[in-house]
């Protein structure tokens, strides 16, 4: 479990501790709320003093920056309460300054904080996605999730970033006051979220007031849930958010899992069967993103060994066939 | 979303400096304690969360249970899956 259960975490009740590590520049101070202990990434609110300037620069890591208190000028452009930046690892961004002040939320996906000064991309900057800044509060409108099972009639949503090939998503969510809804709920990613302002109540958990954040890993109950209020909410997952209702608050993450893959079963019989059958020793091939699994150099290169003894060869457009393959040692065999 | 990976394509310096390792070390000890104090603070409140838990199912027998957005099912009593000395466990 690369980040352990934290739930619930209020940051009201912590102060603020000075970001020295080298390359960042003075005034910014931070409230770690997660942290992994296998890569360093980490989810904080962080506060720019008033006067805090820096300059051009990239992080190592992918990183998403929210803005919820006071602004920042960014590359000459004033960005207030509501602003939302992506920007994937190695990516430039303009110079920072506030006068006022402002408190953020930052998240680094998959490194510790970084910042190296510079006007330019690293030359290996993530290209696969782009940088992106959004003014969320004014810019944005407020959808009904389309989620099926869907939530109970009075939360929104505002995508602000949909992962292309995991659908883990970064978003901003209400709950209208008088929200209620009866049910449990877990699902197979992992979630996370701070209240930007506001209370609501959770089964589990009791009151989340505003400054309230939680890591929760996948097919841990959650819920039932109400807000008297509403709230203002910002969270991510790291996959596709299915909600998985049901009515039994003693069931364990284990039997929670298994119960979502008898769903899968009776949901996609087809896949879930596909899946089983061919005995892979190896994550599916995608065609759209084939370098996950195999190399797309050459046609011997993609050669591997299946658990049930035969291999096939991939071809640089990732066709490929089970039948009549011929047979390689397991030291040639590839994962 | 990137929570929890440990692919490297979205960091182009996986491996630690020095001054992020034990930056990393730190956190993570400290994380340790806050995990421990969540652990005991929720503890703590289980007596009144048992008494949530069984107003919960007290409403979803007769206000309803939330299926699908704004849909609702009334739970008989028979669906409803005996506890069998089952703990209340929240935080894992």
């Known amino acids: 479990m690369p980040r352990p259960h934290i739930e619930p975490f209020v940051d009201r009740d912590v102060g603020f501790k000075k970001l020295g590590l080298p ?9 770690m709320l997660s942290m992994d202990k296998e890569n ?7 506060q720019y ?28 452009k004033r960005c207030e309460k509501g602003t939302y930046i992506f920007a994937p690892a190695g990516t430039s961004l303009p110079a920072f300054s506030t006068d006022e002040g402002a408190l953020g939320l930052i998240f680094y996906n998959f490194g ?3 910042f190296q000064e510079s006007d330019a991309d690293h030359q290996n900057a993530d290209k696969s996605q782009q940088r992106k800044m959004i003014s969320s509060y004014d810019g944005l409108d407020w959808q009904v999730p389309t989620l099926f099972p869907q939530t109970a009639p009075g939360c929104l949503l505002k995508i602000l970033h949909l992962d292309p090939k995991t659908f883990g998503m970064t978003f901003l969510y209400c709950m209208v006051p008088g929200f209620w809804q009866d049910n449990i709920s877990y699902h197979d990613v992992a979630e996370e979220a701070y209240h930007i302002w506001g209370t609501s109540w959770m089964m589990q958990f009791g009151d989340l007031p505003t400054g309230g954040y939680f890591y929760r890993p996948a097919y841990i109950n959650h819920g039932c849930f109400k ?42 019989p087809a896949l879930y069967q596909w899946i089983l059958t061919n005995e892979h020793n190896h994550l599916p091939h995608d065609f759209e993103f084939p370098d996950d699994t195999y190399s797309t150099e050459g046609y011997d290169s993609g050669i591997h060994m299946h658990d049930d003894g035969t291999s096939h060869a991939h071809k640089a457009n990732g066709a490929h066939s089970h039948l009549n393959t011929p047979k390689v040692s397991k030291k040639k065999s590839k994962k | 979303m990137t929570l929890g990976s440990t692919t490297i394509k979205g960091n182009l310096r996986p491996k630690f400096t020095k001054e992020e390792a034990a930056f990393v070390k730190q956190e993570l000890a400290e994380q340790i304690d806050r995990y421990k104090k969540i652990v005991a603070e929720q503890e703590a409140l289980t007596p009144q969360r048992e008494k949530w838990v069984k ?20 739970i008989p009593k028979s669906e409803i899956r005996p506890r069998d000395g089952r703990p209340l466990q929240v935080i894992f």
Request: charged letters at 25%.
């Open chain 1, 227 to 268: 807000s008297d209020l509403g709230i203002l909410a910002i969270g991510r997952t790291d996959g596709d958010l299915h909600n998985y209702f049901h009515h039994d608050p003693f069931s364990s993450p284990e039997e929670n899992h298994h119960r979502a893959a008898a769903k899968l079963a009776r949901m996609k």
């Open chain 2, 55 to 74: 107003e919960f199912l007290e409403r979803i027998q007769s206000r309803g249970f939330h299926v699908h957005a704004g849909m609702k099912r009334t």
């Open chain 1, 112 to 114: 510790p904080p970084s």
């Open chain 1, 23 to 31: 390359g960042f520049k003075k005034g910014i101070q931070y409230k």
């Open chain 1, 40 to 46: 360093g990434s980490c989810t904080m609110t962080v």
């Open chain 1, 49 to 76: 003093d008033a006067g805090f300037k820096q300059p051009p620069g990239f992080s190592y890591s992918e990183m998403e920056l929210f803005i919820m208190e006071g602004h920042l000028m960014i590359g000459g």
